[in-house]
């Protein structure tokens, strides 16, 4: 039964996965400084990816054990994005007066969002951890609004982003990128830590 505390609980979970800084979140800012739907593209990427891991928790939950290749997964994660972290330095501006048309790859940020959401451990790690615990505890009902969650927040952001570039122009467009890129780094670096930790410890 759908109620409002589960209207509320399905959209502030999807919010609350989506705003924190991360790899998706990068790439957001990347991409909507040029053009808010290539940033909402790249969420919609990272979206398709959490509906599979949804659907994949959901039903292989109890039969299944994903933590058996989390190593792989760090080292994958790890690696991609360090690269897409010197592809978006490799990219920045050089001139005050450059001017960034929209293309057709823009629309490759949506694959770019899916590709991230599925290589990305803690993405996967939040779905075989919370999202079980809240399915098991209130059922598949909050997750009705956990995707308006996300596509409310993407589109806020995303608008944001396109502002402040509009308003600070290539000042702002060489702090996202930077930000961006040392994002990614952090990620990266982060997820080799953790993999040498486990080879450590085992």
Known sequence: ?????TVL????????????P????????????????????????????????????F????????????????????????I??????????????????????????????FTTGMMNPLQIGWWITAGISVMNSQ?????????PGIILYLIIFSIIVKKSYLKWGIKFEMAASVFSSAILFIFGIYFFLILAVNIIVV
């Open 1 to 5: 039964m759908l109620t409002i505390f």
């Open 9 to 20: 609980a399905g959209t502030s979970l999807g919010i609350s996965m989506a705003a924190p």
């Open 22 to 57: 991360g790899p998706i979140t990068a790439m957001i800012v990347e991409r909507s400084r040029t053009s808010v739907k290539s940033g909402v593209l790249v969420g919609f990427g990272a979206m398709t990816a959490d509906f599979i891991l949804m659907i994949f928790v």
């Open 59 to 82: 039903y292989l939950r109890n039969s299944i054990n994903l933590s058996s290749i989390y190593d792989e997964l760090y080292a994958i994660g790890g690696i991609y994005f360090i």
């Open 84 to 113: 897409l972290g010197f592809s978006i330095l490799k990219n920045l501006p050089e001139k005050e007066d450059e001017v960034k048309l929209p293309s057709k790859q823009n629309y490759f940020g949506y694959l770019k969002g």
């Open 139 to 147: 059922g598949i009902e909050p997750f009705y609004f956990f995707y």
